[in-house]
């Protein structure tokens, strides 16, 4: 009998390593999301700030200007610290992660049958 329960226990810990395995590569998936809309929103912020500072000139709206990109700054500051952050819980807490993602896609696909 000891066989047999060790035997679950092997394949329950091999189950949970894999499931582990794949919240990594899906948290790196979406670390690499994050990383892309982040920089697309920061190419598309500057390209605004620009066209506006060809259309209007002068120090009040360079002044303005300034103070934009050092709000988008502290926005990608901010959302880099969050990625970070969701990571590190997720590598804590591997067990509640997955049921959480289990329980986000579970929510998600009734959602869609809708």
Do not use: Y
Not at 11 to 39: F, G, P
Not at 100 to 113: I, K, N, T, V
């Amino acid at each position: 009998m000891s066989d047999t329960s060790s035997n679950a226990s092997k394949r329950a810990k091999a189950a949970a390593d894999k499931s582990a395995q794949e919240l990594e590569a899906r948290l790196e998936a979406l670390r690499e999301e994050m990383e892309e809309i982040k920089a697309s929103l920061g190419r598309k912020a500057e390209k605004k700030f620009d066209a506006l500072a060809d259309v209007f000139s002068g120090s009040a709206v360079d002044d303005v200007m300034d103070e934009l990109r050092e709000m988008v700054s502290q926005i990608r500051e901010k959302a880099g610290a969050a990625e970070k952050k969701v990571v590190e819980t997720a590598r804590e807490n591997p067990v509640q992660t997955l049921l959480l993602a289990f329980g986000l896609g579970f929510l998600a696909s009734l959602l869609m049958r809708r």
